[in-house]
């Protein structure tokens, strides 16, 4: 399992616009230190495809790992679903995203799967006045009541969007938004829905997968 560090001046630009609406837009590997190629993720990936198939996989096939120290101080276990995996991580500017990449059975490629942003978040507000300012600037969303809101064993609170979106909330959503206990991080985890796992699998499965990880961090 490869644990690459890499930092340029460049986000995956599609997904952090998702991320952050309302604003404009660690360790090395133990096995490889080279630099891989910064995933190129597109407005198609962020688009659920609801017509899909569910196929939810059982607990025997769903593989846990333990990431690296982030340089944020994160650490957690992350999913590869059974299959060969590489946890990328991308930085910049008081942003810290992962994402996971495992191979596509069919075509031998490395196909995104889930990513993890962390925010840096100076105003201490709460996260719900978070998520109102920086993503549901039409206020449909907490309107709407389609989200979970909870906190989990190791305190962190999170909203985890249920959906259906609203139409006055233009854009896709990403799955939940959370805040680290101390309140100095904001955590978003978006499903990548061209993703050959995640995008035929049902909420509730993502749910899981997405909590756990969320039960798991540790904070530095």
């Not at 599609?14 to 630099?35: H, I, R, Y």
């Not at 942003?95 to 840096?120: N, S, W």
């Not at 909870?150 to 962190?156: F, K, M, S, W």
Request: hydrophobic share 35%.
């Amino acid at each position: 399992m490869e644990f690459i560090k890499k930092k340029f001046a460049f986000i995956a630009l599609a997904l952090l616009a998702v991320v952050l609406v309302g604003c404009g837009g660690g360790g090395s590997s133990p096995d490889n230190d080279t630099e891989s190629p910064a995933t190129n993720l597109d407005e198609n990936d962020l688009n659920d495809s609801s017509d899909a198939p569910v196929t939810d996989l059982s607990d025997e096939e769903i593989e846990w790992h333990q990431s690296e120290t982030l340089s944020n101080g994160v650490r957690y276990s992350y999913a590869t679903f059974g299959k060969p995996g590489t946890l990328i991580v991308n930085q910049e500017r008081g942003i810290t995203q992962t994402i996971l990449e495992t191979v596509d059975d069919t075509t031998g490629e490395a196909r995104p799967q889930y990513a993890i942003t962390f925010i840096e978040n100076g105003n201490q507000s709460s996260l719900v006045d978070w998520f109102e300012t920086n993503v549901d600037l039409s206020g449909s969303i907490i309107a709407s009541g389609n989200y979970i809101a909870g906190a989990t064993n190791n305190g962190i609170e999170y909203l985890n969007i249920t959906g259906p979106i609203p139409p006055e909330h233009v854009g896709p959503i990403p799955d939940l938004y959370a805040f680290s206990p101390s309140g100095d991080l904001v955590i978003v985890i978006q499903t990548i829905q061209q993703s050959p796992v995640l995008a035929a699998s049902s909420q509730s499965f993502r749910d899981v997968v997405y909590l756990t990880i969320l039960e798991s961090m540790t904070f530095q």
